[in-house]
């Protein structure tokens, strides 16, 4: 059965040029799925088509094609570089067409010279600007030419074809060799800054290691290519060298400048059982690595490929630009035809210029020339691929154009506590068996406590609840089995059997034959009748922010855990900062009021919304959404998916160790680090901002210089500089995000 394959295109100088080659493609027989992106230079074929068919269908629509099995084009970097960057003089000879156009621009400037010199006779020189004219166009003649047979479409080389032909026609053999030379390096030069935009991923790509030293039996080292690493062998990473792989530290001990995969500006210290990502930087210890996953599927591999799809995934003003541009080409070509005969046939002007003024036939060919999209169509992705990128180099990935847009127009945003504004590490503070005989903490320190073995009951009660949450990762659970770890409990019982999670309540399970229950307070008022003193005591814990988790074995209700969970140093910053941008803050909890009234007045949220099911948490999306029109929702990207699901654009925290974050979430911050939140929304707003601009320019642009043309003000020269240098303007201006901090 036909896989899917990836080839390379070369020569798209905007997304225009994608369009063609995927329309050509898709017409091949055989062909069922054709998918060219703009942004990765990447065709995705699905069908049946020899390799060399689809070579020459590619090639005749004037670009290039690579079979590049293994690689995505992010990793393709052309021979001739400088500094690791294609330079211009050597992309522009890379390209058949504009060392054709450089040979006719030569041809110009020696005629232009020889003329000025020498009386040479008219005809000569109108001759040899003809031959110069001919040598730029015929590859661009060529493209226009098989672009109308096979797709049926009206493309700008076409229109430039029929400009030039047109300008010899009625004797400007000067202007339409110089148009047709400044429109073939204005391409190119459209082609470079689009693929110095690429570099950005370029960038990314280079971070991995190419090879690794492998260590077999702890001695014999060898360099082998990262490919032939397998799961559990062992690599040696020196000091100052990249990680090559992901895995855990087996040996050795060091900082490791993380700031590739995560964004942190510090480095991170690592020892014996920590995990390390392939691409970060080791510093000055000597790392021991056991390899946890193959190149392929190492982190940064999957940021890669995330950030390829994120480029290729349309926003919605490049969608809606893509379908305005599909019916304004043609459209211009009827409105330049009207403007060359309607005057002259009913009107009887001028078809041909005057000593006075162009005539309306040049008029119509300096129209033709005006109104190529490629800066419409190249205002959108540009600034897309830059604000994807930039984003990616500080530990935000965001998973498409369409999200970048959407958390640009964001007003309100939705925080789970859990993990999220807390820190996701609680500690059991205090716990009280009804057959209590004894405070089982003292006050040690700040946030630590001290166990005083004096209770045999509440100890019990400790080992009940460590062996029903044994199986869960929650943070809570992770709370209950430190404690029960430290004050070596975790073995009394066997894990529970027939574990069930109780969606936003607790946790049940066998264990030695009865059901224990660990389980919210709710809960337990609803299920398991307790006296007026346990509620007391349990409420007087939630007033100072803990949660309880009480426990039953199913004949007794035993007692209750306190659980409490700090603030992240920097939420109440952060907080501030997403307020200061306009922003309405919500927290979203499943805890109890009391707790996150605490937790609230502590990182300063505009509303909270407490004691919230899974499904009541997507109910207050859904309100916010009535609201304020887009809301964010910011949670771990597994236990809140659904509200994730629901919101316009759904944040997950630590994309760096989860697989599950990456994949579900629009937006994974990979750092698990809430400080990027500002930057991230100044940057999806700026990004917004950027596109209106160009699309504004470059309308604005193409129409008044349209009208220009109309009423003779403008000729075929201010025609191709209007074109080109309204392109480099936004192509420039849409990689202003890649410098914005």
């Given amino acids: 059965m036909p896989q899917q394959k990836t080839y390379t295109i070369g020569g798209m100088d905007c997304a225009n040029c994608a369009r063609e080659v995927e329309t050509g493609v898709s017409k091949l027989a055989g062909v069922r799925l054709a998918r060219v992106d703009f942004a990765t230079g990447k065709l995705v074929l699905d069908g049946d088509v020899p390799y060399e068919t689809l070579k020459a269908r590619v090639e005749a629509l004037g670009k290039t094609i690579e079979d590049t099995p293994g690689k995505t084009a992010a990793t393709v970097v052309p021979a001739r570089t400088r500094g690791g960057v294609i330079g211009f003089w050597d992309y522009l000879w890379a390209r058949d067409e504009t060392r054709l156009a450089l040979a006719g621009g030569g041809l110009i400037l020696l005629t232009l010279v020889v003329s000025l010199l020498f009386a040479l006779p008219e005809w000569l020189v109108s001759a040899a600007y003809t031959v110069a004219m001919a040598l730029a166009v015929y590859p661009i003649a060529r493209n226009g030419v098989n672009t109308l047979l096979i797709n049926r479409e009206f493309n700008i080389n076409l229109l430039m074809t029929i400009a030039a032909v047109g300008a010899v026609l009625i004797g400007e053999h000067l202007e339409a060799a110089t148009v047709i030379f400044l429109f073939a390096v204005g391409e190119a030069l459209e082609g470079y800054t689009a693929d110095r935009a690429r570099d950005s991923l370029r960038q990314l790509v ?34 100052g060298e990249r990680v090559a792989m992901d895995g855990t530290v087996s040996a050795g001990e060091s900082a490791v400048n993380q700031s590739p995969i995560t964004g942190e500006s510090m480095p991170v210290y690592k020892a014996v059982g920590d995990e390390v990502f392939a691409g970060t930087v080791n510093g000055d210890g000597t790392l021991h690595v056991t390899v946890t996953r193959l190149a392929a599927d190492n982190t940064l591999s999957r940021i890669i490929q995330l950030v390829e799809e994120a480029q290729s995934v349309r926003a919605p003003s490049q969608r809606m630009v893509d379908r305005f541009a599909h019916y304004y080409t043609p459209a211009v070509v009827v409105i330049a035809l009207l403007v060359a005969l309607v005057p002259p046939l009913l009107f009887g002007a001028p078809f041909y210029d005057t000593a006075n003024a162009h005539g309306w036939f040049y008029r119509a060919l300096a129209l033709l020339v005006i109104s190529c999209p490629c800066a419409l169509v190249i205002s959108t992705p540009v600034t897309i691929i830059s604000a994807i990128t930039a984003a990616a180099r500080r530990g935000v990935l965001v998973k498409g154009g369409a999200h970048l847009e959407s958390l640009g127009r964001v007003r309100a945003f939705a925080f789970d506590k859990t993990g999220t504004l807390t820190q996701g590490s609680p500690e059991v503070m205090m716990l009280r068996s009804v057959s209590c005989v004894a405070d089982h903490f003292t006050p040690n320190a700040p946030g630590r406590h001290e166990y005083v073995p004096t209770c045999e009951p509440c100890d019990d009660m400790l080992a009940l609840a460590a062996a029903v949450e044994s199986r869960s990762t929650h943070p809570l659970a992770q709370a209950i089995l430190t404690a029960a770890r430290e004050r070596g409990l975790a073995e009394r019982y066997a894990p529970a059997e027939g574990v069930q999670t109780l969606a936003g309540r607790g946790v049940q399970g066998q264990v030695n034959g009865k059901t224990v229950t660990v389980g919210s307070h709710t809960l337990f008022d609803l299920e398991h009748p307790h006296s007026a003193e346990l509620c007391a005591l349990i409420d007087a814990a939630e007033a100072q922010g803990q949660t309880a988790a009480m426990i039953s074995d199913g004949d007794k209700v035993h007692g209750f855990l306190a659980i409490a969970d700090k603030a992240r140093d920097d939420s109440a910053a952060v907080i501030h900062k997403m307020q200061a941008l306009g922003l309405h803050t919500v927290m979203l909890t499943g805890d109890n009021v009391a707790v996150a009234r605490v937790v609230s007045a502590a990182v300063g949220v505009d509303d909270v919304r407490a004691g919230l099911l899974p499904a009541e948490k997507v109910d207050a ?113 849409g990689m202003r995000p890649l410098r914005m901090t």
């Fill in 206 to 239: 280079a971070l991995v290691p190419a090879t690794a030293i492998r260590v077999t039996h702890g001695v014999m080292e060898e360099t082998v290519p990262v490919d032939e690493l397998a799961v559990g062998d062992m690599i040696l990473v020196k000091p």
């Fill in 621 to 733: 999306v859904r309100g916010l959404l009535v609201k304020y029109g887009a809301v964010a929702m910011v949670g771990d990207g597994i236990n809140d998916t659904p509200a994730l699901a629901a919101a316009t654009v759904g944040i997950a925290m630590g994309g760096a160790g989860s697989a599950q974050a990456l994949e579900t979430a629009d937006i994974a911050l990979m750092a698990d680090d809430l400080a990027q939140l500002p930057y991230a929304v100044r940057l999806a707003r700026f990004a917004r901002s950027l596109i209106r601009q160009n699309i504004t320019l470059s309308f604005g642009m193409k129409l008044g210089f349209m009208l220009l043309a109309i009423v003779g003000g403008a000729s075929l020269w201010m025609a191709v500089f209007a074109d080109v240098g309204m392109s480099l303007i936004v192509t420039l201006n």
